[in-house]
């Protein structure tokens, strides 16, 4: 068995598959690849089986979302006995030398997370979202630099570190599950960094988000606050509910507002969750 799971989410991804998968199997660093459909209907399910038989590949009947169905081959990763997990979008893809790359700077530190850049397709500058949360050099050195949060396109986690922080947050179906696991993979002592001298791809500038979209991932924030082991449930409690209200003036939007309703129905299962994410090994043993 290899050291190595590659577990990659899919959902409609025809146009981003063939280069994915195929920047995997030419990895200099061998990998088992799992890829979960959530319920594709343009025939990518079929494209995979079709194509790379070597893949492990399982079809869901449903969309679970980009958390629970991740959850599926982070839990076959401990229980198979994986070194390394790399979770990988559909519309990412790595370099040949990506992977190696990562498992040699897992040697020095506490590290949980490792991603390296995430660059435009062009590579030519950095995804702007990773942008937005790392500040290090861009190439050169293979010393990780280490940040608060890299989003999950591209991660490398230690089975350690999972066995230590568990799955994804049920708290979360699509937006914020990157977010809260970071939280988490502190709260338990692991450090989370980016590897300047590994490259990789995530081809996702070119979809614009609506107004509604942008607002719902801002709404998602508040779960975010709520769900962190490391701030005060109680505190964030009252907080929230006012954040969305400056939200809405500030979007002139009642979408914010709205949500408030929904968002204080969660805190009990949200308190709850929260708390059990405090655990070792939180939703890994149901």
């Known amino acids: 068995m290899n050291r190595l799971l590659v577990v990659i989410v899919c959902y409609n991804g025809m146009p981003w598959l063939e280069r994915c998968l195929d920047s995997v199997i030419s990895s200099s660093v061998s990998s088992d ?3 979960c459909d959530n319920g594709s209907d343009d025939g990518s399910a079929d494209f995979i089986e079709r194509n790379y038989p070597q893949v492990n590949l399982i079809r869901s009947t449903e969309n679970l979302g980009f958390a629970r169905a991740n959850d599926i081959g982070l839990r076959q990763a401990v229980e198979k006995g994986y070194e390394y997990v790399y979770l990988l979008n559909q519309d990412a893809w790595v370099l040949p030398d990506t992977f ?46 280490a940040v608060r949060f890299v989003m999950a396109a591209h991660w490398m986690l230690s089975v350690p570190c ?3 922080v568990g ?50 991932l801002n709404c998602q924030y508040s779960r975010v606050r709520l769900s962190d082991p490391c701030s005060s449930f109680r505190v964030q409690s009252i907080w929230q509910p006012v954040r969305q209200c400056i939200m809405s003036l500030r979007w002139l939007s009642l979408l914010p507002m709205r949500n408030i309703s929904e968002l204080v129905a969660a805190y009990p299962d949200l308190r709850r969750w929260r708390d059990e994410s405090c655990g070792e090994g939180a939703f890994l043993y149901e």
């Open 100 to 145: 190696g790359k990562l498992i040699d700077a897992f040697a020095a530190g506490e590290w949980g997370i490792i991603s390296p850049l995430q660059m435009h397709p062009e590579m030519t500058e950095p995804d702007r979202r990773f942008r937005r949360h790392y500040h290090g050099p861009m190439g050169g050195t293979d010393e990780v630099q």
């Open 162 to 164: 999972l066995k230590k």
């Open 167 to 216: 799955l994804f947050s049920p708290a979360f179906r699509h937006y914020g599950e990157d977010n809260n696991y970071c939280d988490r993979v502190r709260y338990h002592g692991f450090r989370i960094g980016v590897l300047p001298s590994a490259v990789a791809v995530h081809d996702r500038q070119v979809r614009k988000r609506t107004k509604a979209q942008r607002i719902y």
């Open 33 to 35: 690849v799992l890829v």
